[in-house]
């Protein structure tokens, strides 16, 4: 999460790029081949039509590329277009690959001691809308032939009374097997997952990092220019390293594993 609020706060191509990059890796370390394709299919034209969007409606800068019925279209909207394509996909990236990693379990294993209460209904909502999703594409593919010669209002006002239904009787369920389980008695959740001394450092370090990050960009450590012209204004390379570094955190971590799973698979 803090990957995606740095993203928004450094907008400026470099970085953006290195956010971009990185979550790109990231996606295709969680998914292998389908992360790639999900890039080429719909975050690269995506990132295209707002570069050109921004250039259509958006007439800044001095830089003309070429001109149609005395309308200016200039070289800085197309660049501050292409940026904000890239802002907007680097954050897709990153909550996609937030939703992947940080699992419901994963959350209340983090949250569930401070907040148990705060932390199951945060969990069960994000859980929600895709359980919700699949109840709504199981019913359609289920009254398919039934509703044929209905017209589509009528389908959908069906499929919409059974899914509320569907999703009644769940919460029912839901409710029941949580009482049977002991939930509101005092009993605590479970959890296979320990903090130990290398996670308090790491966990210090990106909290120390972001807010040395955050603060470089209040000081305008590095700022770029977009109009009248594109300029650089100010660059610092500590930054940049340090935000590259921050931004290429979980892959070092997940190599890391990776290397040391190996390492024990080699010794059995």
């Known amino acids: 999460m803090l990957s995606i609020v740095l993203t928004l706060v450094w907008f400026d191509p470099v970085f953006l790029a290195v956010s971009l990059f990185t979550s790109l890796c990231y996606k295709i ?22 570069a050109v969007f921004n250039m259509l409606f958006a007439h800044y800068g001095t830089t003309v590329l070429f001109t149609v019925s005395d309308t200016a279209f200039t070289l800085e909207s197309l660049f501050y277009g292409t940026c904000q394509g890239i802002l907007f996909c680097a954050v897709m990236m990153w909550f996609s690959c937030y939703s992947q990693v940080v699992t419901s379990e994963r959350f209340m294993a983090v949250f569930g001691k401070f907040a148990p209460n705060l932390a199951l209904v945060f969990s069960m909502v994000l859980s929600f809308i895709p359980r919700l999703k699949k109840n709504a594409r199981e019913i359609s593919d289920a009254r398919m032939l039934l509703d044929s010669d209905k017209s589509r209002l009528k389908r959908a006002i069906k499929n919409f009374s059974a899914l509320l239904t569907l999703t009644l009787e769940e919460s029912i369920e839901v409710s029941d097997s949580m009482k049977a ?11 296979k997952y320990a ?11 990106i ?20 109009d009248p012209v594109i300029r650089v204004e100010s660059f610092s390379l500590p930054s940049f390293l340090l935000y590259t570094f921050f931004f290429f955190l979980p892959l070092i971590v997940n190599f890391t594993e990776d290397m040391k799973w190996l390492y024990l698979k080699r010794k059995i």
């Open 29 to 50: 370390k969680l998914e292998g081949k389908a992360g790639f394709l999900y890039f080429l299919k719909f975050i690269l034209p995506l990132i295209l039509i707002t």
């Open 181 to 191: 389980r002991g939930f509101g008695s005092g009993r605590k959740a479970y959890s």
């Open 195 to 205: 903090f130990c001394l290398r996670d308090g450092l790491c966990l210090t370090f």
């Open 207 to 226: 909290v120390v990092a972001f807010v040395f990050l955050c603060v470089l960009k209040a000081a305008g450590k590095s700022e770029f220019i977009f």
